[in-house]
């Protein structure tokens, strides 16, 4: 059986969490609006902005650690110092 790199997986699970995540979000908020919709109506406030924008910002973290992530920070700082020794 193939070893697994871990990094790889890692990072394959954290992305996997993401698409999940996602859909989600999608899900609820999208019924959050049609609750705010039928029971209260257009003409009043539009509290569901509050999960969308909050749960929003930890969606762009997810994002950030699955996608945009380029490592642990200490070990290229350690890699800096080792270099320049």
């Avoid at 996997?16 to 009043?44: C, R």
Wanted: hydrophobic fraction near 45%; proline fraction near 4%; avoid cysteine.
């Amino acid at each position: 059986m193939e070893t697994k790199n871990e990094a790889l997986w890692r990072l394959a699970q954290l992305r996997a969490k993401f698409k999940n995540s996602v859909v989600t979000y999608l899900i609820i908020n999208t019924a959050l609006i049609v609750f705010w919709y039928l029971g209260s109506g257009p003409n009043t406030f539009f509290w569901p902005a509050f999960p969308l924008f909050f749960w929003g910002l930890g969606l762009m973290g997810e994002y950030y650690r699955a996608y945009l992530d380029k490592g642990d920070l200490a070990e290229k700082e350690y890699q800096k110092l080792v270099q320049n020794q």
